[in-house]
């Protein structure tokens, strides 16, 4: 009878002699050695030194956004505030809200200021109650600023409600023409 050898008599069949087993171990090393490599962090590029540029020209680049009159790329001198690269945008836009900038803030080369829009208006683009509105929200209807805004809350506070939008003509500083302008975005209940 016949019995089943599962290895040959020489003793190497299905087993793995010593040359194999260094092979397969220089094989796993070699692997392990490329992961490492090629599983590294890359060194980040080098730093741009604007520092030495912005020193030459004694200016730097702002991106502004949002509502202002000339969104986009902006030059001030080193040094300058978020009420400078707004003016150099060319002021706000009607419907900014000048509450969410910081004015005073310093800026820095590359850096991004945001003119958001007015939080009342841009809800629905309702016209503004004129007797219920803040100074800031007055500050949205095109051609007030805030001088003009502080006036028509003040004039509200010491006379009453406005009855009619031609009764913006008693502030200070409504004329037919400006009040011609700001028709279309006002409401007197």
């Given at each position: 009878?016949?019995?089943?050898?599962?290895?040959?008599?020489?003793?190497?069949?299905?087993?793995?002699?010593?040359?194999?087993?260094?092979?397969?171990?220089?094989?796993?090393?070699?692997?392990?050695?490329?992961?490492?490599?090629?599983?590294?962090?890359?060194s980040?590029?080098?730093?741009?030194?604007?520092?030495?540029?912005?020193?030459?020209?004694?200016?730097?680049?702002?991106?502004?956004?949002?509502?202002?009159?000339?969104?986009?790329?902006?030059?001030?001198?080193?040094?300058?505030?978020?009420?400078?690269?707004?003016?150099?945008?060319?002021?706000?836009?009607?419907?900014?809200?000048?509450?969410?900038?910081?004015?005073?803030?310093?800026?820095?080369?590359?850096?991004?200021?945001?003119?958001?829009?007015?939080?009342v208006?841009?809800?629905?683009?309702?016209?503004?109650?004129?007797?219920?509105?803040?100074?800031?929200?007055?500050?949205?209807?095109?051609?007030?600023?805030q001088?003009?805004?502080?006036?028509?809350?003040?004039?509200?506070?010491?006379?009453?409600?406005?009855?009619?939008?031609?009764?913006?003509?008693?502030?200070?500083g409504?004329?037919?023409?400006?009040?011609?302008?700001?028709?279309?975005?006002?409401?007197?209940?």
């Amino acid at each position: 009878m016949a019995v089943f050898q599962p290895f040959d008599a020489g003793g190497t069949t299905g087993r793995m002699d010593r040359v194999q087993w260094v092979a397969a171990a220089m094989l796993v090393v070699v692997a392990a050695g490329a992961g490492l490599w090629f599983g590294r962090p890359l060194s980040p590029p080098p730093a741009v030194d604007t520092v030495q540029e912005t020193a030459a020209t004694g200016t730097i680049t702002v991106h502004v956004a949002g509502l202002v009159i000339r969104p986009g790329l902006v030059e001030v001198a080193v040094g300058s505030r978020v009420a400078d690269v707004v003016e150099a945008a060319g002021g706000f836009a009607a419907g900014a809200d000048r509450t969410r900038v910081n004015l005073a803030a310093p800026v820095v080369d590359g850096q991004q200021v945001v003119v958001y829009p007015n939080l009342v208006t841009a809800i629905d683009d309702a016209p503004v109650v004129v007797n219920r509105a803040t100074a800031a929200e007055l500050e949205s209807i095109p051609g007030v600023g805030q001088v003009l805004a502080n006036r028509i809350v003040s004039y509200r506070d010491k006379n009453g409600f406005f009855t009619t939008v031609e009764d913006l003509l008693d502030v200070a500083g409504i004329g037919e023409a400006k009040l011609a302008a700001m028709r279309d975005f006002i409401q007197i209940p």
